[in-house]
T-cell receptor
Framework: AQKITQTQPGMFVQEKEAVTLDCTYDTSDQSYGLFWYKQPSSGEMIFLIY????DEQNATEGRYSLNFQKARKSANLVISASQLGDSAMYFC????WGYGNKLVFGAGTILRVKS | DGGITQSPKYLFRKEGQNVTLSCEQNLNHDAMYWYRQDPGQGLRLIYY???????QKGDIAEGYSVSREKKESFPLTVTSAQKNPTAFYLC???????????????FGDGTRLSIL
């Protein structure tokens, strides 16, 4: 069974600095996708970035980038130039291919940006 | 604008009562999903549906039921058999075609269910 591990329950970062949120995964599949979502205190889930297992380059979306190390089975999210609005819960998720295209979520990391 | 609408935002259930959470999408997505989130935890899959009139159990389906009579709608019923229903419930949808495998699931704003 696929599994996502986020080992950092909570993180603090100073405004304008960069922060890395860790995510490791376990799968026997060769073809898979990794997603990061942001959940503010209001509860909605906001998609941030995607990395496919066959993508040769690390994904980037604005201030978000993914440090994808396939051999280590890690897909860490890097947020550059942190802003107060980045304070939220962040989830790493893996897509199971095949019927359902289900997502398996990690437990999440709470990020607090300090001014 | 296209999106997913969940209602109500807050819901209270009495002991022994069934309650139904609504989820409607206008994204023309084939696949829909229901997740449960407990405080400080990740999302767990309750049920999912790939096409109309078909759905599958997720990891924690006991005490819940669903229907998929229309492509746009995927209501979730929390039955009296679910002994600990207090949680935040999120509905999501996505494209089913694997040509769009990099497309994320889109989520509604959620329903908070509590026991009276």
């Amino acid at each position: 069974a696929q599994k996502i591990t986020q080992t950092q329950p909570g993180m603090f970062v100073q405004e304008k600095e960069a922060v890395t949120l860790d995510c490791t995964y376990d799968t026997s599949d060769q073809s898979y996708g990794l997603f990061w979502y942001k959940q503010p205190s209001s509860g909605e889930m906001i998609f941030l970035i995607y990395q496919g297992s066959y993508d040769e380059q690390n994904a980037t979306e604005g201030r978000y980038s993914l440090n994808f190390q396939k051999a280590r089975k890690s897909a860490n999210l890097v947020i550059s130039a942190s802003q107060l609005g980045d304070s939220a819960m962040y989830f790493c998720a893996m897509r199971e291919w095949g019927y359902g295209n289900k997502l398996v979520f990690g437990a999440g990391t709470i990020l607090r940006v300090k001014s | 604008d296209g999106g997913i609408t969940q209602s109500p935002k807050y819901l209270f259930r009495k002991e022994g009562q069934n309650v139904t959470l609504s989820c409607e999408q206008n994204l023309n997505h084939d696949a829909m999903y229901w997740y449960r989130q407990d405080p400080g935890q990740g999302l767990r899959l309750i049920y999912y549906s790939q096409i109309v009139n078909d759905f599958q159990k997720g990891d924690i389906a006991e005490g819940y039921s669903v229907s998929r009579e229309k492509k746009e709608s995927f209501p979730l019923t929390v039955t009296s058999a679910q002994k600990n229903p207090t949680a935040f419930y999120l509905c999501a949808s996505s494209m089913r075609d694997t040509r769009y495998s990099n497309q994320p699931q889109h989520f509604g704003d959620g329903t908070r269910l509590s026991i009276l």
